[in-house]
């Protein structure tokens, strides 16, 4: 009977400071944390402003939407009521205030509020961003796995290629690859959920538009599943696009992981290989990952549009579309201001996180 | 190991369930399940009707659209209201309107009508709901429908009187059954700006037919009957009718063809509506259609040196095109040939650019046209489209008018296209010499289909002015004699067949898809071009 050896594993664990570095008497991941809260703030600003400027730079919104509709007399008294006729750092510091206190402001096209369309709208490109990524997750993660382990060979070579295909495929042609193919079966193609779910789910108090949490918070199994058949497709078509992406980024950092002294320290040590793959290079070689996944939101929220069109998921980017074919730039500003900052967040978060399981980055 | 099979067994059976269930019937949205509380009998279970259209606005003073029409018809109620089959205003709120002076037309109110928050329905609120889209005067509403009107009051609680700019005018009654003739709860909506949709739905200050109970904009809106409702529509057959708004016509057939859905209305392409015509359960209905599409001549930048050129070459062009082609080949079937500027089934209708060139393209005829004028041929003409406004089927429908033309070899076609917010602003600077338009009816009147084209400074822009025809034009629209109306009506269609200012092509059919039990599809595809729920039962 052999006993087995097992190996420290290597990290994380707490590095010791470089030399010559102060110390202070907060701890080092809090002090990382306050300063990329601070960053964030800077970085924030400078989206909203460009946002802004971007969206003078093309025109006044009231011409561009309502242009040859009204009078040019009308068109100005409309400028004057939407403080448009303003000096620019005046409607810049509105904008900003209006920012503060959560107010967008109303489309010129179909009188609805912006912060209505970021809850309602933005919920549901969240849930399929969320879904999307679960895919990746499951796809990329372990045959990234296999492909490394079977270097060279043919799972390798056969999953590369696969890798390729996933995030060469345009979104719109692989969902409508799904619908042919599933449709048939009677597989839900379109809508986040069944008629009658929606309009039960509707009645959910606190309803929080993300469809999976609504029909938890109603308890009913029936409307789970519902809402899990319905959301499998987009996820898939929207998923294998950054699975692609995860199963390259997993294979060539856990081949580099192999080859690192402490893995080969451990399989001297007589570790099998199995436990070398597992419990020792894997999950270094997840810690880029997670750092790319910060990249991969920003992705996943720009091919949300043509996920949203294909499947029915009214989310941002579907509705982001529908308001620049309509020249509603009110809307516009205030759909890409949400998606700004929804990008700034999630890569805050992403930050957080790699600090979490990686103490080099904290220091 | 005990671990992993356990995962796998759990994630196994997720699968497994969410497979079984998929596969199986009675899905929580499925239109054959109830998704909540039963309906009270067989002939009110919940209906799913599916659209592509969209919602502007369901405040009547910020819409002018279709899909703001379609939800306004099922919860508003008007002063008056076309009964189905016919498009012949009938008292729907009101319980008679009449001429009272040449310039005065007084309606006279139905007592103890109330809204769905039970507040009185009285005139006040008829005058307050027709100021107030004069007021709000929103790019998006109907103010431009209300240009004859030059005041209305409420006399008393039953009694209201618009005085009217031009006197006897004989489509003021249809205009109050337009997007500018629903009634509001002047308790709850503003005098001077637009409520939003939920604002409207939680206010219930509407009085139709239905109520909206539950409202997702442009996702999902659920209408429930009002059983307080006396107007032209009558009862409403089904309980409650589900809206289910839908981004792509790819999806809205897809669920029709699966049974998803009950009714598909508005707007599948031709392609999709043929391939629905061999699925089992399900039927295409069609209904006569008001929407007409034409091409536009501009008169002045169109070539020719002269207008005797001219003329001869939309002659020319009159007799070379193959209407029928159009309609079969590239809308199979779901539009039709259009042989007037009135289209068939509206009141007066003729057939004069049938009579004057033909059912079927004539190059004889076309190539006497031009000689005639000294035109030398090919004649090369600069054609425009616009490939996002009138449906997918555009570029194809001008792709064959240019092989049409240039069939006869007179013609020499350069076929250009621009996105509709250019296309629009364009086509009225003198851009376009010649280009695609197409026009849906305000009402479904023969004079919507006349005084806004041949009138002068008319919305087509194409310079086209005659004081003969804008006499016709003012007399059939003054005159209330039926048959001396239509004797205008078509003199007035044979000017037209004679200086073909425009060259109407097709009048598009409605359509609708609908599961083999759904009733009262058929009925509510009528002249009046509203699709009303209540018509609806299964």
Request: charged share 20%; net charge neutral; with cysteine.
């Amino acid at each position: 009977m052999v006993t087995e050896i097992v190996a420290p594993t290597e990290a994380p664990h707490e590095p010791e400071p470089p030399p010559g570095t102060r110390r202070t008497g907060m701890p080092p991941l809090l002090r990382y944390m306050l300063v990329r809260i601070a960053l964030i703030i800077p970085t924030v600003w400078i989206l909203v402003t460009v946002v802004f400027l971007l969206m003078r730079v093309i025109g006044d919104p009231i011409s561009a939407a309502l242009g040859g509709k009204l009078s040019p007399e009308v068109i100005e008294q409309r400028k004057a009521e939407a403080g448009l006729d303003r000096p620019l750092p005046q409607q810049y510091g509105e904008y900003l205030l209006g920012l503060l206190r959560g107010d967008l402001g109303t489309t010129l096209t179909d009188h609805r509020p912006i912060t209505e369309i970021l809850l309602v709208n933005g919920a549901a490109t969240i849930e399929l961003s969320f879904w999307a990524l679960l895919v990746a997750f499951a796809v990329g993660i372990p045959l990234g796995r296999v492909a490394a382990r079977h270097r060279d060979k043919v799972p390798d070579v056969v999953l590369r290629l696969l890798a390729i295909l996933f995030y060469a495929a345009p979104v719109f042609f692989v969902g409508l690859l799904l619908k042919l193919a599933f449709s048939p079966f009677g597989w839900p193609v379109a809508g986040r959920a069944s008629t009658g779910t929606e309009l039960t789910l509707s009645d959910v108090r606190p309803k929080t538009n993300i469809m999976i949490i609504d029909a938890i918070l109603w308890g009913d199994p029936a409307y789970i599943i519902d809402v899990l058949q319905h959301a499998l497709l987009p996820a898939i078509a929207l998923g294998l696009l950054t699975g692609g992406v995860f199963l390259r980024l997993v294979r060539i950092n856990l081949i580099q992981t192999l080859r690192t002294d402490y893995v080969t320290a451990a399989r001297a040590r007589g570790v099998p290989e199995r436990r070398v793959l597992s419990k020792h290079a894997f999950r270094n070689a997840l810690v880029p990952v997670v750092t790319v996944m910060g990249m991969q939101i920003a992705m996943l929220m720009g091919g949300a549009l043509l996920t949203e069109t294909t499947f029915e998921w009214q989310g941002l980017g579907y509705t982001l579309g529908q308001y620049l074919l309509k020249r509603d730039f009110i809307a516009v500003q205030g759909i890409v201001t949400a998606f700004a900052l929804i990008v700034a967040v999630a890569s805050l978060v992403i930050d957080f996180v790699v600090a979490l399981v990686d103490p080099r980055v904290r220091f | 190991m005990v671990r992993k099979f356990g995962w796998a067994l759990m994630a196994g059976g997720l699968a497994a369930s969410l497979a079984l269930s998929a596969c199986g019937a009675g899905r929580p949205g499925d239109s054959t399940s109830s998704g909540g509380p039963a309906g009270t009998g067989a002939g009110s279970a919940p209906l799913i009707v599916g659209t592509t259209d969209k919602v502007v606005s369901i405040d009547p003073a910020g819409s002018y659209d279709n899909g703001s029409l379609n939800v306004q018809t099922q919860v508003y109620s008007y002063l008056l209201n076309f009964p189905a089959g016919s498009v012949t205003p009938q008292p729907d709120a009101a319980e008679k309107c009449e001429f009272t002076q040449p310039t005065e037309y007084t309606c006279t109110m139905k007592s103890g009508l109330k809204f769905a928050n039970g507040h009185a329905l009285t005139a006040s609120d008829v005058a307050f709901s027709f100021n107030r889209i004069v007021k709000i005067n929103d790019p998006n509403g109907p103010a431009s429908l209300l240009g004859n009107m030059k005041s209305v009051t409420a006399k008393d609680d039953t009694t209201v009187v618009f005085t009217l700019n031009d006197p006897n005018d004989q489509t003021f009654p249809q205009v109050l059954v337009t997007s500018a003739g629903p009634i509001v709860d002047e308790e709850v909506y503003p005098a001077d700006k637009v409520m939003t949709d939920d604002e409207v739905v939680s206010s219930k200050g509407t009085s139709g037919p239905y109520t909206i109970t539950k409202y997702t904009k442009n996702q999902l809106a659920e209408f429930t009957k009002n059983p307080d409702y006396q107007g032209t529509y009558g009862a409403a057959k089904t309980d409650t009718v589900t809206m289910k708004y839908y981004t792509d016509a790819n999806n809205l057939k897809l669920d029709i063809q699966n049974k998803n859905i009950d009714v598909a209305y508005r707007s599948l392409t031709p392609t999709d509506v043929e391939s629905l015509k061999g699925v089992d359960g399900i039927t295409v209905h069609t209904g006569p259609g008001g929407e007409s599409r034409y091409i536009v001549f501009n008169l002045k930048t169109m070539p020719g040196k002269d207008d005797a050129q001219k003329l001869a070459i939309r002659q020319a062009m009159a007799s070379s095109i193959d209407r029928d082609a159009l309609a079969t080949q590239v809308y199979k079937g779901t539009m039709t040939p259009e042989w007037s500027a009135i289209p068939d089934g509206q009141l007066g209708a003729t057939t004069p650019f049938k009579d004057l060139y033909g059912e079927k393209p004539d190059k004889a005829k076309a190539a006497k046209y031009l000689s005639d004028a000294g035109v030398s041929t090919p004649v090369s003409i600069d054609l425009w489209y616009n490939p996002d406004h009138y449906g997918s089927s555009s570029a194809e429908e001008y792709g064959e008018v240019k092989r049409q033309l240039e069939a006869s070899g007179l013609f020499k076609v350069n076929l250009q296209s621009a996105e509709w917010t250019t296309y629009n602003a364009e086509r009225v600077k003198d851009t376009y010499p010649i280009y695609q338009l197409g026009w849906f009816p305000d009402f479904p009147d023969s004079d919507n289909y006349l005084t806004p084209f041949f009138m002068p400074d008319n919305f087509v822009h194409n310079h086209y002015a005659d004081d003969a025809m804008t006499a016709l034009l003012n007399k059939q629209r003054t005159d209330g004699d039926k048959a001396s109306r239509e004797k205008t009506l078509g003199e007035i269609q044979q000017k037209v067949a004679e200086q073909v200012p425009i060259l109407p092509l097709l009048t598009g059919a409605q359509v609708a898809i609908a599961k083999n039990d759904v009733k009262g599809v058929t009925e509510t595809l009528d002249p009046s071009f509203k699709f009303r729920f209540t018509s609806l039962s299964r």
